[in-house]
């Protein structure tokens, strides 16, 4: 959640307590670990297979070099964050049984988690559609919609794993659409959309993007350093190594976490109500 400075939230957007939400790690298999592929880059400083265990993930299913990912060459992990799946998919779908001692699990285990995920990550903005006061005349489709979410979660293995999730995320996706235009329709002087663009690299410090349509906007590395960002919609934009120091995130709908762990800031920068700022963000004024 926000640092404890920060001002409380007012602007009829306060979410609730994200509680299975979030990433439990203590009681997931190590399944971002061992199920999701990733390539040597930037972010990670080897190759692996979907599929096959990262080479430090220890054999209780924890990371044997947590405390030090970022300095190596790891900063993809620290970013990432499965939304309460992991916990889910070990503990409920598969019922506490894990993929090392039961090894029969783990093709179908690995397979499930992404879908999961996906879930979850639903979860998350049905329930920010919920908190949302300008978007009470949705509410009940968006309970609708979080019910069916659950439903879904509740499948079997091998249906979640068959599970083609697209229509459903687009029937979420239109809902959360139209709960962005009534959030943002009381702003003053609403700014045009945004949608998808390519604001790589853009300098934006200290610009007024209060209640701005940025969803799917590519903001890798943009300076929005002290930007005014309360309301602005930014469901999938990119925020990677974008520069938020001293910029005002408060209201800002369908923020995740992830977004926040890929962008860069500081202690001045104010958080949607629910989220926490990152732990390799700069103390002090900065970026």
């Given at each position: 959640?926000s ?5 409380p ?5 306060t979410?609730p307590?994200a ?8 009681d ?5 670990c061992?199920a999701?592929p ?8 080897a190759?692996?297979?979907?599929g096959?265990?990262c ?6 299913f ?19 964050d499965?939304?309460?799946a992991g916990?889910k998919?070990s ?9 090392r001692?039961h090894p ?6 690995f397979?499930?988690f992404?879908v ?9 903005h ?8 300008p978007a009470?005349?949705l ?7 979080r019910d ?10 091998g ?6 999730v ?6 979420v ?13 009381g702003?003053?002087g609403?700014?045009?959309n945004?949608r998808g ?10 610009a ?19 930007a005014d960002l309360r309301?602005?919609?930014?469901l ?8 938020l ?14 977004q926040?762990?890929a ?6 920068t ?5 989220l926490?700022?990152p ?9």
């Open positions: 959640m640092g404890p400075a920060d001002p939230k007012t602007d009829g957007t979410r307590p509680g299975a939400l979030r990433g439990d790690c203590a997931c298999f190590g399944l971002c061992a999701l990733f390539a040597r880059s930037a972010e990670f400083a190759d692996k297979p979907a096959r265990a080479g430090n993930l220890r054999t209780d924890r990371c044997g070099i947590h405390s030090r990912l970022r300095e190596s060459g790891w900063t993809g992990c620290t970013v990432y499965c939304f309460g916990q998919v503990q409920v779908t598969f019922g506490g049984r894990d993929w001692a029969e699990t783990a093709p179908l285990m397979a499930v992404p999961m995920r996906q879930l979850h990550e639903l979860l998350v049905l329930t920010e559609v919920l908190a949302l006061k009470r005349s509410h009940g489709e968006a309970r609708r919609l069916e979410t659950e439903r879904l979660t509740a499948l079997a293995p249906e979640l794993a068959r599970l083609d697209g229509p459903h995320r687009g029937e996706g239109a809902l959360l659409l139209r709960a962005g235009e009534l959030a943002r329709a702003t003053p609403r700014k045009k945004r663009a390519d604001l790589m690299g853009a300098r934006l410090k200290g007024d993007l209060h209640g701005a349509g940025l969803r799917g906007a590519y903001l890798i590395a943009a300076d929005l350093r002290g309301r602005a919609d930014l999938g934009a990119d925020l990677r190594d974008a520069r120091g001293g910029a005002d995130l408060t209201g800002a709908l369908f923020v995740t976490q992830p926040l762990n962008a860069r800031g500081d202690a001045r104010r958080l949607p109500e629910g926490a700022r732990a390799h963000w700069t103390p002090a004024a900065g970026d």
